[in-house]
């Protein structure tokens, strides 16, 4: 799209926006850490439908990588996302550097209670409050009308939710579908990490979720007989690791007793050095087979 904007700095990115206002836009705003794929490009493409001057963030944020994680080798690719972003209709990027988003003397962080203590906030220590603090700044940056993220990362979209409502942000927060690949593997960044044999072993993921659905939808209450048909599933696959494979609530994220309404199926699952997350909901009356 010709005349797509590049800002690296805060008042650059205030600038065009407030420009892109005074014409009487609105504005979407897509908060990513690049190595962009199909799942980004459609959030994009989400924005560019609802009519909004689309604003893309590309932003690898050290605060939500643990000490041992991934954040040195986490892929970068500016000059590809840059293209990407063009195609798919951005009208602005902002691509700002740690220190323009973490100056000196930076202390405040953003934590949510509750959402953050289950799935992967174990896991994760801190991770969450990385995310909190960089999109509650994403989002004063931009101020835009609404914001996009994926559900692959359904805690992710949860925690902000909460945040958005608890600190009354002025922003609407949009989930938008799964992208996967064409044999069921949701699309990550991280999918680059792995080697072939990964790869082919990572269908696993897809296939206990299908499986849970298949479970609960055929007459399943019990969460912790849903939760051993998914494990098995992944444990045929030789992972490296099993972080969780879960069944919650999907709103509270807390486990529950008897499946009686939708529930989140969700799973962390180590193949060699690379951590994947998924999940569904599944809602035992209204889903199909």
């Not at 609404?146 to 909460?162: E, N, P, S, T």
């Not at 299908?210 to 696959?237: K, L, Q, S």
Request: with cysteine; glycine share 8%; aromatic share 6%.
């Amino acid at each position: 799209m010709a005349g797509m904007e590049i800002a690296r700095t805060i008042a650059a990115t205030r600038a065009a926006v407030a420009t892109a206002r005074r014409a009487g836009r609105t504005i979407g705003c897509v908060p990513t850490m690049g190595a962009l794929h199909a799942g980004h490009l459609s959030l994009v493409e989400a924005a560019r439908r609802d009519g909004t001057f689309v604003v893309v963030t590309i932003f690898v944020n050290p605060t939500q990588f643990g000490p041992h994680e991934d954040y040195a080798r986490y892929p970068r690719d500016e000059a590809g996302d840059l293209r990407q972003c063009e195609r798919a209709g951005a009208n602005l990027v902002f691509l700002p550097s740690v220190e323009e988003m973490y100056p000196p003397g930076t202390v405040t962080t953003v934590h949510v209670a509750r959402l953050t203590a289950t799935l992967c906030g174990p896991c994760r220590p801190g991770h969450f409050d990385g995310v909190a603090t960089v999109v509650t700044k994403l989002l004063n940056i931009v101020q835009p009308d609404r914001a996009y993220f994926g559900r692959k990362d359904y805690q992710q979209l949860a925690v902000i939710r909460q945040m958005v409502r608890d600190l009354n942000t002025p922003v609407e927060i949009i989930g938008c579908p799964t992208v996967r690949e064409p044999d069921g593997l949701a699309m990550s960044s991280r999918n680059a990490y792995l080697t072939p044999d990964e790869r082919q072993r990572a269908l696993a993921l897809s296939r206990a979720l299908i499986a849970a659905r298949e479970a609960i939808v055929g007459g399943e209450r019990d969460p912790a007989a849903v939760e051993a048909t998914m494990r098995a599933v992944v444990e045929a696959a030789r992972p490296t690791g099993i972080d969780y494979v879960s069944v919650v609530d999907p709103v509270t994220l807390q486990p529950i007793e008897r499946i009686a309404g939708p529930v989140l199926a969700a799973l962390a699952v180590w193949f060699g050095r690379t951590r994947l997350i998924d999940n569904v909901v599944v809602d035992p009356i209204g889903d199909g087979p």
